[in-house]
């Protein structure tokens, strides 16, 4: 074609497309690009590498059935996923396209196939952006079978950055993405939307799209594949894409600043889009209905598509186009040298973190020596972290990890969390007799005691601190303690529930101490809700304490209102103490899905710790004998990968509960895998259930007025009211 034309020749054929020139290697060069898609997505799909980034170009998401537009002439990921179903047999795969113009090729390829789902995010301007089309907006949701499953998030308004985007993963795309569960993630990779780029006049910093590649990652078993889309500023582009392959690799992500309040007009496309989607999708069902249409505290949801006096091409389109159309506002460049000068500071600022291994592992047989010595009945024994460790060996986990050295605490760590003469009186166990332990053990709730108790409890306190110290000073990423006794109910001056030393509170304490970290997010997914690190840090502004624990209302261990949903931080740091407090009934994969989405990121983001510290305790899991939740081992391994994106990837598992032994290893295995980057296994309960929507609800009332990133909890109008609104347009115009 193109290679035999003259340059008369190819300049009138340009004008013949929007925004298209041509040049005698077009064609092969689009092939290859095409071909390089092909090519890994096929290596994907077979098996012979985990996921892959195509660097190509020329572009394709615009290119049409049989249309060139917008620099794209064949269709890089539309043919991908073609390739994925029809000749690998893939059910479900999943599109996202992050570049800032819509890609309309890509939307009508698959626009009535329920096989795949496309999600765009795009510059839209109320249908003012190009492609200026009006099937670009919200409303369009799919045709027939597939209905529901083309996704367009309009942004109407210039300068989105980073707390925009992620309000987008966390409210809409994160949630139906689990929902349809996709066997793969094709992701049309343009970084125009990044800060810098002209033609996108956006704010999105590189990092925020490694984020998007690490909490995608554990969908399709790790299989995803990017391909290069637009970009135009070439600092944003080229640390955009080093960042997003060293997020593929499982490299830490960069941590974003606190995300905040996104524009009004972005909390309203978000509205619209979910007011639109959640007949279709059971995981968005944290909005209320409208008692009417008539009154909304967010009026413009209240409205439907288009705005008057928008000319869109998909009515009236040029017959043919200049050779010499804007790709950008002429007011952009005026601006340039400043926003030049904010790419060289936020490019300075983020600089990747180096370690000298990947995840570390702690673990002493002195926590071994803690045992029943009476009459048995408590299921908190050595074998629990004996066969942690048997599992890790036998599965090769265990070999890849940096063997960290333990330790045992001092007395002075010890009383970072408990007083001197609780700890005087502890002490004195290691010389009593059976019948003086029995009488002393006698005055706690839940606690068995043997003369080698003490000491197995320090140990514990310190193999917590030397993975706090193996992470902190960079030898590792991120790591895991593999000890007991577990430490959440241990108060000051008293042991309860199994809980000698409060292992976690204190090696918090000891981070800010010794290592002068400012902000530490803990996250107790443990079945039983952690009073004692509640009380340690109940007015500690500094740590945000999150909790989601089986309540029943106050009838569950530890018993009373301490778990409540009302509960939230003391005077000085109303809002740091989270508590999900689960009601009526078990609950599952989806129910601790759905919080971590809808509540555990958006305030942890905004949080922005620089530690992470998890209370894993894994009595939640579904064979364990003390919980009676049904929750898979997957699931911990997921909302690990989902906290890794936080604090560099600094993220200490210390082990609390967990009385299923092959559960809690298998568990605490795919934690460790997380960290590792290992593929996930899928979630299959991808739907909350009624109770546990409720519980996140309530919970979400209190925390709203705390944290600027929970917006969206607000009443929407039902499928009926929709058509009423939609029909009212109709007649309008």
Known sequence: MSESMSKEEMETLSQKYDYLYFHKDILRNSRLALGATLNMVDEVLNGKVRNGFAIVRPPGHHAMYNEFNGYCLLNNVALGAKRALDQHGLERVLIIDWDVHHGQGIQYFFYDDPRVMYFSIHKYLDGEEWPYLRESDYDYIGEGPGTGFNVNVPLNVIGCGDSVYMAILFNILLPIAYEFNPQLILISAGYDAALGCPEGEMEVTPGCFAQYVNLLSPLAEGKLCLVLEGGYCIKTLSEGVALSLKALLGDPCPRLEPISTPQDSAVLSILNVIKVLRPYWRSLQLQGDLASITHNQRTGVLTWPPKEGVTFYTHSRPESYSL?????????????????????????????????????????????????????????????????????????????????????????????????????????????????????????????????????????????????????????????????????????????????????????????????????????????????????????PSVLYVSLHRFDNGSFYPYGGKGFYKQAGGPNAQGRTVNIAWND????????????????????????????????????????????????????????????????????????????????????????????????????????SKSGVEAIC???????????????????????????????????N
């Open 324 to 540: 010499h159309q804007e790709c950008w506002n002429p007011g952009v460049m005026e601006s340039a040298q400043v926003v030049d000068v904010r790419v060289d500071e936020l490019l300075a600022r983020t600089v990747p973190r180096s370690t000298k291994h990947k995840v570390g592992i702690v673990y002493e047989e002195a926590v071994l020596n803690h045992r029943d010595t009476g009459f048995g009945g408590f299921e908190e024994c050595p074998e629990r972290v004996e066969r942690i460790v048997q599992t890790l060996k036998k599965n090769g986990t265990w070999e890849r990890c940096f063997p960290i050295q333990g330790r045992k605490a001092s007395d002075d760590e010890l009383c970072l969390a408990h007083g001197e003469d609780h700890i005087r009186r502890f002490k004195k166990t290691m010389t009593m007799g059976e019948e003086a332990l029995k009488v002393y053990q006698s005055s706690f709730k839940s606690i068995y005691l043997c003369q080698e108790s003490f000491t197995s409890a320090a140990w514990a306190v310190g193999c917590s601190l030397s993975v706090i110290d193996s992470i902190l000073t960079n030898q590792c990423q991120s790591g895991a303690a593999i000890i007991r006794p577990p430490g959440h109910h241990a108060e000051r001056n008293d042991m309860m529930g199994f809980c000698l030393f409060n292992n976690v509170g204190i090696a918090a304490k000891y981070a800010q101490q010794k290592h002068a970290v400012q902000r530490i997010l803990i996250v107790d997914w443990d079945i039983h809700h952690g009073n004692a690190l509640q009380n340690l840090f109940e007015d500690d």
């Open 585 to 688: 009934g078990s609950k599952g994969d989806a129910d601790y899905i759905s919080a971590f989405h809808s509540l555990v990121l958006p305030i942890a983001y905004e949080f922005a710790p620089e530690l992470v510290i998890v209370a894993a305790g894994f009595d939640a899991e579904k064979t364990d004998p003390l919980g009676g939740y049904r929750l898979s081992p997957a699931v911990f391994g997921h909302m690990t990968r989902m906290l890794m994106g936080l604090a560099d990837g600094k993220v200490a598992l210390i082990l609390e509960g967990g009385y299923s032994l092959e559960g809690t290893a298998q568990s605490m295995s795919l934690c460790i895998s997380a960290l590792l980057g290992d593929p996930l296994p899928a979630i299959h309960n991808t739907v909350p």
């Open 698 to 732: 309530k919970t979400m009332e209190v925390q709203e007025a705390f944290w600027k990133t929970l917006l969206y909890r607000v009443e929407l109008p039902t499928q009926e009211q929709l058509e009423v609104l939609k029909s009212e347009k109709e007649q309008k």
